[in-house]
């Protein structure tokens, strides 16, 4: 038994290791990728190697490593695989070119919120996550629609759980950010200023089957390209994506 929860140790090791890459760093030394996992060098030159066995990352040049595009692959692949991501992909592709901005598509993963999906835009900017990554868990438009899902009584604990192991708290504190979903949920859409992002403003819809919140559909903007009248119309034009998103997930 122990030799087995070893085991499972070292593998969800080696997968932190490759989700230690991204956009913005997509090559890393040895010494880099230890220090974000917080573990030994020696530790982490162990996991290189057994990535580099198994053709998911290569030696760009000596002590600097990079994904393969077998990695690309399986993300082509989970997309497919997803009848959410499938679906909403046209309406936020139309979305994007109609207000110029890029658009994300953030749902629950094992209880953590997950960009899912992203569409960029012609004129894209930098965000501190990418597709796959899990967002700030008490932070966001879209993770306050994404917590309103959840039955009333699951939302403090959710709260709680996520405070209790130290991630960021909500902005403006544990009870505001309660009452501030249950305002979110009773109007049907939500908007951020600068929680997640410096000078970044969003606007979030929900994407339902039936009653049952599965993702949510936001636009986050740079604020200095939105006046009132733009951020009005950014907001309308994402609630009727979400809309048309969940009357083809419901039919």
Not at 42 to 56: C, I
Not at 101 to 113: D, F, I, K, Q
Not at 123 to 132: D, I, K, N, Q
Request: charged share 25%; hydrophobic share 40%; with cysteine.
């Amino acid at each position: 038994m122990a030799a087995s929860k070893a085991g499972a140790d070292s593998g969800r090791r080696a997968l932190d290791l490759l989700f230690a890459f991204t956009e913005q760093r997509p090559v890393a030394s040895v010494r880099q990728l230890a220090e974000d996992l917080q573990i030994p060098v020696p530790t982490a030159h162990r996991y290189v190697a057994l990535l580099k066995d198994m053709g998911l990352v290569e030696e760009r040049e000596r002590g600097q490593y990079h994904l393969t595009m077998r990695v690309a692959a399986l993300g082509r692949a989970a997309r497919r695989a997803t009848p959410l991501v499938h679906i909403a992909e046209p309406y936020m592709r139309e979305l994007s070119e109609q207000i110029e901005e890029s658009v994300l598509l953030v749902r629950m993963v094992h209880g953590l919120p997950v960009c899912i999906h992203r569409v960029e835009s012609l004129r894209p900017f930098r965000l501190s996550f990418e597709t796959g990554q899990n967002m700030p868990p008490l932070r966001g438009a879209s993770v306050r629609l994404l917590i309103g899902g959840l039955p009333a009584d699951e939302r403090e604990r959710y709260v709680d759980r996520a405070l209790a192991t130290g991630t960021p708290p909500p902005v403006h504190g544990r009870d505001t950010f309660l009452a501030d979903i249950e305002r979110a949920v009773q109007q049907g859409w939500d908007i951020s200023q600068e929680e997640i992002d410096q000078g970044i403003w969003a606007a979030s819809a929900p994407v339902k089957e039936g009653p049952i919140t599965r993702a949510a559909l936001s636009a986050p903007c740079p604020a200095f390209r939105l006046d009132e009248s733009k951020r009005e119309a950014v907001l309308g034009q994402v609630r009727e994506a979400a809309e048309r998103i969940s009357q083809a997930l419901s039919s």
